[in-house]
């Protein structure tokens, strides 16, 4: 996949977003709607989860705090479910997949990968324990590697389908060029980043 920017904000349309007002002149982003926005990603959802042996898992609930600007997947191959250890009962599972942040705000998106973990009890095949990283703490983060390039790009298909724009680790490593407050653990207020001021979450 080529890497090349698709989609440059202005200074309005970030102090816009870091704001919480939605920007943009596709459906359903035209109408400013937020359930109608949800719906749309929604569908999304299901149009990965489409995709011949592939895994789409959603975090909607704005991970379980505050306001998130974004609703993240993980995608991966089912083949990449892989069982590291059974023991006392419990099965140990590592996950190597895709992170697909899409903002709630504009009709853009980020993509990154990811490695995840789980302890399932086996009898009962309850979650017991999990672990995950993020492609927020770095623009360096937001590339995928030759194993998943076929993932990403049938992720790419998706997205342009429902006209969402991926940006790229280029764009978002831009600072920002004007002094605001944006609710990010990963940066302090004087190293903001483009990236932040899309994709944020009041933890």
Known sequence: MRDEVFYIFTDQQLRMLIEGKVIGDSFPYDRSDEEETLAHINR???????????VCEAEWNHFGSGYASFVEFFCYWKKDCIVVEEINGMREIEIRGILLDISRLAPVAIMGEDV?????????????????????????SL???????????????????F???????????????????????????HQYLVLDAIFYWED
Request: glycine share 4%; hydrophobic share 35%.
């Open 143 to 161: 590339i995928v590697g030759r194993e998943l390039k076929t993932l990403a790009a049938e992720l790419q298909n998706a997205l342009e389908e």
């Open 44 to 54: 999304l959802f299901y149009r990965i989860n489409r995709i011949y042996n592939v």
């Open 116 to 140: 995840r973990y789980k302890t399932i009890r086996i009898e009962t095949n309850e979650e017991v324990t999990s672990g995950h990283g993020s492609i927020l703490d770095a623009p360096i």
């Open 163 to 189: 006209d969402y724009k991926r940006l790229t680790a280029n764009e978002m490593s831009t600072p920002l060029s004007f002094k605001t407050k944006i609710p990010t653990t990963y940066r302090n207020e």
